[in-house]
């Protein structure tokens, strides 16, 4: 079964719109770990955020924002006031505790902000 | 200083070559990770190294062998491969959380530029 899902496979926005990216998780571990990470067209995998199954804090970083809700098991990231540069794919993954460093990624979420 | 360097960045061999990708980071970490992706695809883990240790193997081929020759460096040798093997090699590198016996995880694993391999 598919761990991390990401539901929606191509976002295009018009510059300035904001965009809400989901993430839907399934685990039975207590204790695991959330990230998004970010993948420009040069390929590079860019780390994003990490959050810890015990911090249901939203966060937010400049324009990125981060909305992580045990009761519906997503974590759902916002890029507000989009811009071009934004243009990539986006991954969300999980790990578990009991599987030690073992990463399940979503299958990602390609973004395109249209200028 | 959170980089992990690759090299090649790209690389084209015949489907009789051996070649070599190689990895390095310096920031300390213990574990290191080596990842295949495809075209509009999520990276596919291939290999985990934890304490210069193989911990996962993911059931890849023995066309591909890694090496951990050391805490920071980690190599993927590669003989006779197939031209679906053609893809982007990822090397991370992460934290170990080590709880009483027991591996935790949850340390970000952060990524090199990667390999862009072709086989013909």
């Known amino acids: 079964a598919q761990k991390v899902t990401q539901a929606q496979t191509e976002i295009s926005v018009v510059e300035k719109e904001d965009v809400t990216l989901d993430c839907v998780y399934e685990?039975?571990?207590?204790?695991?770990?959330l990230f998004w990470y970010k993948q420009p067209p040069s390929g590079e995998l860019v780390f994003l955020i990490r959050?810890?199954?015990?911090?249901?804090q939203n966060e937010i970083s400049g324009r990125y924002s981060w909305n992580f809700q045990k009761s519906t098991s997503s974590f759902n990231f916002t890029i507000t006031a989009s811009q071009v540069v934004d243009s990539a794919v986006y991954f969300c993954?999980?790990?578990?505790?009991?599987?030690?460093?073992?990463?399940?990624f979503g299958t990602g979420t390609s973004l395109t902000v249209i200028p | 200083d959170t980089e992990v360097t690759q090299t090649p960045k790209h690389l084209v061999m015949g489907m009789t070559n051996k070649k070599s990708l190689k990895c390095e980071q310096h920031?300390?970490?213990?574990?290191m990770y080596w990842y295949k992706q495809k075209a509009k695809k999520p990276p596919e883990l291939m290999f985990v190294?934890?304490?210069?240790?193989?911990?996962i193997n993911e059931s890849v081929p023995s066309r591909f062998s890694p090496e951990c020759p050391n805490s920071s460096l980690l190599n993927l040798h590669l003989h006779a491969l197939q031209p679906e093997d053609s893809a982007l090699y990822l090397c991370?590198?992460?934290?170990?959380?080590?709880?009483?016996?027991?591996?935790?995880?949850?340390?970000?694993?952060?990524f090199g530029p990667g390999t862009r391999l072709t086989v013909t």
């Open positions: 991370a590198s992460s934290q170990v959380f080590k709880g009483t016996g027991v591996k935790y995880g949850g340390g970000e694993q952060y």
């Open positions: 685990t039975r571990d207590t204790t695991y770990y």
């Open positions: 959050r810890n199954s015990f911090d249901e």
């Open positions: 993954a999980l790990s578990e505790a009991n599987t030690g460093n073992q990463f399940y």
């Open positions: 920031m300390g970490h213990r574990a």
């Open positions: 190294y934890s304490y210069e240790k193989l911990s």
